[in-house]
């Protein structure tokens, strides 16, 4: 059976996704930005988009019946690689003792040039 987790946002339609799907176990949390209702938070503090990116896929793993500490992989995209410390210790404060795979990648741009952070996660409930 798939669930289709959604944030609300008008972008799930239009572009044909959801903020984030659980099959079986598994939950699949879509690339996250720090946009709450339709603002970017944090402009141009990436620690700050980072908290408010991992708290949009804190509420979607809830809804999905998981939790941050079933979270076993993340991917970070960045804008700048530059201020990378400032993502990771944000990161490190959800994840630091939970230590889930993870990356960090630099991108030549996210879909709002106000983006700094875009979070990928995937849960495995009960592992």
């Not at 603002?39 to 980072?50: I, S």
């Not at 993340?74 to 939970?98: C, K, L, P």
């Not at 960090?104 to 495995?124: G, K, N, S």
């Amino acid at each position: 059976m798939k669930q289709k987790i959604s944030s609300g946002s008008p972008w799930e339609a239009k572009i044909g996704y959801s903020r984030a799907v659980r099959v079986g176990n598994v939950v699949q949390v879509s690339g996250t930005t720090a946009t709450v209702n339709g603002e970017v938070v944090g402009v141009d503090d990436p620690a700050e988009q980072t908290r408010a990116a991992l708290g949009i896929i804190r509420t979607a793993l809830e809804t999905a019946g998981a939790r941050m500490e079933d979270v076993v992989r993340t991917r970070i995209y960045v804008t700048d690689i530059s201020r990378w410390q400032e993502v990771g210790g944000a990161h490190g404060e959800v994840f630091g003792e939970i230590r889930p795979a993870t990356s960090m990648v630099q991108v030549a741009a996210l879909i709002d040039p106000l983006h700094l952070v875009e979070i990928e996660a995937e849960a495995i409930i009960g592992e």
